[in-house]
């Protein structure tokens, strides 16, 4: 109950949407002329999904983005957790951007695309309160420790 509570636990919820949006919309699009030479103008897009690579990445991305909100008693994991997973976002954002210069230059890449880079930034901050967590405990351990010693004396 207490890890519903917490703001990294928002933050990582938050990347676990996004990465799972992902599943279901557009990389890009482009309006091309209908075949059939009646003049209309038709939208073809590529999914996310429809390529390999970015369906393993995001795929990938978004099991970590999980496995790390159900770490919320091991913190140190979950900071590992959520370093390995954006550098894996970054890595796939870079992909994305080597992507959009190889594509035809009449394909429009969709607002989704930022949403690894989106994520890590959200990520750092997850890990940033993972951390103070994690130092909140530390620190009233070492209370509790001086407490106890002090009546022992």
């Known amino acids: 109950n207490i890890m ?12 676990a949407g996004l990465l799972l949006s992902m599943f279901m919309t557009d990389m890009c699009y482009t309006m091309v002329e209908s075949a059939n030479g009646s003049g209309a103008i038709e939208r073809y ?3 996310f999904t429809e390529r390999s690579q970015f369906l393993i990445f995001t795929f990938i991305t ?16 979950q900071i590992r ?14 992909w994305l951007i080597v992507t959009f210069f190889q594509l035809h230059e009449t394909f429009t890449f969709t607002i989704p695309c930022l949403f690894p880079l989106i994520s890590v ?3 750092l901050l997850a890990i940033r309160y993972i951390g103070r967590d994690e130092a909140m405990v530390i620190i009233n351990g070492n209370i509790v ?5 002090k009546r022992k004396s």
Request: aromatic fraction near 12%; proline fraction near 0%; hydrophobic fraction near 55%.
């Open 4 to 15: 519903w509570q917490r703001f990294q636990t928002l933050l990582l919820l938050i990347v």
């Open 45 to 47: 897009s590529i999914k």
């Open 62 to 77: 978004f099991v970590l983005t999980v496995a790390t909100i159900s770490y919320f008693k091991k913190r140190l994991i």
């Open 81 to 94: 957790i959520c370093i390995m997973n954006a550098l894996i976002l970054m890595g796939y954002q870079i």
């Open 121 to 123: 930034v959200l990520l």
């Open 145 to 149: 420790k001086h407490k106890k010693n």
